[in-house]
């Protein structure tokens, strides 16, 4: 057979057929929906309408088996580190844990309904009660959450894990031991070794405005409020003050300091304003707010927050939680602006001593992280201490700017969670309705016990290197939360609603 017509550059060109009979074995209509090959310049809905076509693309087929073998290399590494897998049941009872319910009426029991889990959590502390030191399952979890591009909508999947006689420290060992390997396997990218550094809550909010901080970006938020204590300008009276600092900032041009302003001022971030100003090479201080900055100010921003010359720095001023979320979301904007944003690695963090409770949007005190959390003093501390005071065994893991884990020391005695909860605006008859299983199991000898719970999604979408979470998933939903594929979720016949006792009132027909 002749070899000139080889074709090295595509998969099949070294190979040749010569048909003596062709039988059609599934028929095709003559035009496709879209070009599969080159699916990036599709619309996303249409994709997800004919799924089925999208996972024939290459790369999308790619990430959806490097899934199965991700999923796998964790179950192995859970396997030989002594952790059991235990599935847990997906119809359970209704808990608040931070988002809402996805509610399932039983036709059995009318007017009554369970709940699919936000999180297997009452569960895996029932294991540790029933003396299983070491749980571990790929937990399908489902909130009713907004969709994200680094969060699926209704369902999600994570490496759910817990330990018995165990602490913080002893979780993060795990943690250190399998998403390094896992990360490590399927990338060449460099991955952070463990230990992984440990940021307090609080020193996160001040030096990154977020709890959930990409440690590739090279700047850092500091608070200037003592400097500008005397200043005559208005914008800075009585209002925390946050600076960042650019190295080389100066060579920027006006376009690049009014697209921040303009930036800084979107609803999104909420900014009345951005103010900033030049140090030039000469050591002068020029544009936007320079004729506010006396010489004195002028010597302590040089010297105690490293302001030299050729450097720009942007002044947000608010109320202090307000100040802070406005300079983190600058701090992204000018990394990604000025590309200052590490590239081919992977850098971890754990946020840590989270506080135990927050107010709530009426005012009320509600629980910030975990409700099921250990309170830092215990006890002692939620009789004595002020709730907004009060820090909590409560841990996120973090990898370039997603959270990426979550987990704590779990409250394992039924009278420190029974204080807690009141705190919260529970009663203890609440405690025993609403979390009765746990109630009851805790008074009869409960080991001490913590936990994490990696998200797998989120995982597999940055070793992918992909910004968007349904590109790792076979079948997702859209951004509405539909399922275009399935033309889910769907009206139903009034028969099934008649099955589980349910009738629809006009204003939602």
Same mark, same amino acid.
């Given at each position: 057979?002749?070899?000139?017509?080889?074709?090295?550059?595509?998969?099949?060109?070294?190979?040749?057929?010569?048909?003596?009979?062709?039988?059609?074995?599934?028929?095709?209509?003559?035009?496709?929906?879209?070009?599969?090959?080159?699916?990036?310049?599709?619309?996303?809905?249409?994709?997800?309408?004919?799924?089925?076509?999208?996972?024939?693309?290459?790369?999308?087929?790619?990430? &959806?088996?490097?899934?199965?073998?991700?999923? @796998?290399?964790?179950? =192995? $590494?859970? #396997?030989?580190?002594?952790?059991?897998? /235990? %599935?847990?049941?997906?119809?359970?009872?209704?808990?608040?844990?931070?988002?809402?319910?996805?509610?399932?009426?039983?036709?059995?029991?009318?007017?009554?309904?369970?709940?699919?889990?936000?999180?297997?959590?009452?569960?895996?502390?029932?294991?540790?009660?029933?003396?299983?030191?070491?749980?571990?399952?790929?937990?399908?979890?489902?909130?009713?959450?907004?969709?994200?591009?680094?969060?699926?909508?209704?369902?999600?999947?994570?490496?759910?894990?817990?330990?018995?006689?165990?602490?913080?420290?002893?979780?993060?060992?795990?943690?250190?031991?399998?998403?390094?390997?896992?990360?490590?396997?399927?990338?060449?990218?460099?991955?952070?070794?463990?230990?992984?550094?440990? &940021?307090?809550?609080?020193?996160?909010?001040? @030096?990154?405005?977020? =709890? $959930?901080? #990409?440690?590739?970006?090279?700047?850092? /938020? %500091?608070?200037?409020?003592?400097?500008?204590?005397?200043?005559?300008?208005?914008?800075?009276?009585?209002?925390?003050?946050?600076?960042?600092?650019?190295?080389?900032?100066?060579?920027?041009?006006?376009?690049?300091?009014?697209?921040?302003?303009?930036?800084?001022?979107?609803?999104?971030?909420?900014?009345?304003?951005?103010?900033?100003?030049?140090?030039?090479?000469?050591?002068?201080?020029?544009?936007?707010?320079?004729?506010?900055?006396?010489?004195?100010?002028?010597?302590?921003?040089?010297?105690?927050?490293?302001?030299?010359?050729?450097?720009?720095?942007?002044?947000?001023?608010?109320?202090?939680?307000?100040?802070?979320?406005?300079?983190?979301?600058?701090?992204?904007?000018?990394?990604?602006?000025?590309?200052?944003?590490?590239?081919?690695?992977? $850098?971890?963090?754990?946020?840590?001593?989270?506080?135990?409770?927050?107010?709530?949007?009426?005012?009320?005190?509600?629980?910030?992280?975990?409700?099921?959390?250990?309170?830092?003093?215990?006890?002692?501390?939620?009789?004595?201490?002020?709730?907004?005071?009060?820090?909590?065994?409560?841990?996120?893991?973090?990898?370039?700017?997603?959270?990426?884990?979550?987990?704590?020391?779990?409250?394992?005695?039924?009278?420190?969670?029974?204080?807690?909860?009141?705190?919260?605006?529970?009663?203890?008859?609440?405690?025993?309705?609403?979390?009765?299983?746990?109630?009851?199991?805790?008074?009869?000898?409960?080991?001490?016990?913590?936990?994490?719970?990696?998200?797998?999604?989120?995982?597999?979408?940055?070793?992918?290197?992909?910004?968007?979470?349904?590109?790792?998933?076979?079948?997702?939903?859209?951004?509405?939360?539909?399922?275009?594929?399935?033309?889910?979720?769907?009206?139903?016949?009034?028969?099934?609603?008649?099955?589980?006792?349910?009738?629809?009132?006009?204003?939602?027909?």
């Amino acid at each position: 057979m002749e070899r000139a017509s080889k074709n090295l550059k595509i998969p099949t060109g070294e190979i040749e057929v010569v048909a003596k009979k062709l039988e059609v074995l599934g028929k095709c209509k003559n035009v496709l929906p879209f070009e599969i090959n080159n699916n990036q310049e599709v619309r996303e809905d249409l994709r997800l309408e004919y799924r089925f076509l999208d996972l024939r693309n290459q790369d999308l087929h790619n990430n &959806i088996l490097l899934r199965s073998k991700v999923l @796998k290399t964790l179950r =192995d $590494k859970m #396997d030989e580190l002594g952790f059991a897998e /235990i %599935q847990t049941p997906i119809l359970a009872n209704s808990s608040p844990e931070g988002a809402r319910d996805y509610l399932v009426p039983s036709r059995i029991n009318a007017g009554e309904f369970y709940a699919l889990p936000q999180a297997p959590q009452q569960f895996k502390q029932l294991l540790m009660v029933s003396g299983f030191d070491k749980y571990f399952q790929i937990a399908p979890c489902f909130r009713d959450e907004d969709p994200r591009a680094d969060r699926a909508p209704g369902e999600f999947y994570q490496l759910d894990f817990e330990m018995a006689f165990s602490t913080q420290e002893d979780v993060f060992k795990v943690i250190e031991e399998v998403i390094p390997y896992t990360f490590k396997k399927f990338t060449n990218w460099k991955v952070d070794e463990g230990p992984f550094l440990r &940021i307090p809550y609080k020193e996160a909010m001040e @030096k990154y405005g977020i =709890d $959930k901080p #990409d440690l590739r970006n090279p700047l850092v /938020i %500091q608070d200037v409020t003592a400097v500008f204590e005397h200043s005559d300008f208005n914008a800075f009276k009585g209002k925390t003050i946050k600076a960042i600092v650019i190295p080389n900032g100066a060579l920027q041009g006006r376009k690049f300091f009014d697209k921040m302003t303009e930036f800084a001022t979107t609803e999104e971030v909420g900014a009345k304003g951005l103010a900033w100003t030049k140090w030039e090479e000469t050591g002068d201080v020029s544009g936007g707010i320079a004729k506010f900055i006396t010489e004195e100010m002028k010597q302590v921003l040089e010297t105690k927050y490293n302001v030299q010359k050729n450097s720009a720095v942007f002044f947000i001023a608010d109320e202090l939680e307000k100040a802070q979320k406005i300079a983190g979301l600058v701090r992204i904007e000018l990394g990604q602006k000025l590309n200052l944003i590490e590239e081919g690695v992977y $850098k971890f963090c754990f946020i840590v001593d989270f506080p135990m409770y927050e107010l709530s949007d009426e005012g009320t005190i509600d629980f910030s992280h975990n409700p099921f959390s250990m309170p830092q003093g215990g006890l002692e501390a939620l009789e004595n201490k002020d709730p907004l005071e009060i820090l909590a065994y409560q841990y996120d893991l973090v990898c370039n700017g997603y959270e990426m884990a979550s987990g704590a020391v779990r409250n394992h005695n039924p009278e420190i969670m029974v204080k807690a909860f009141e705190i919260a605006g529970y009663s203890e008859e609440d405690v025993k309705n609403r979390f009765g299983a746990l109630y009851n199991a805790f008074q009869y000898g409960t080991p001490p016990h913590a936990g994490a719970a990696p998200g797998i999604d989120r995982m597999i979408m940055l070793i992918v290197n992909s910004k968007n979470i349904r590109e790792v998933i076979a079948f997702p939903k859209n951004k509405k939360a539909r399922d275009l594929l399935m033309n889910a979720p769907s009206v139903v016949d009034e028969q099934q609603l008649k099955d589980v006792h349910i009738q629809l009132r006009e204003e939602n027909v």
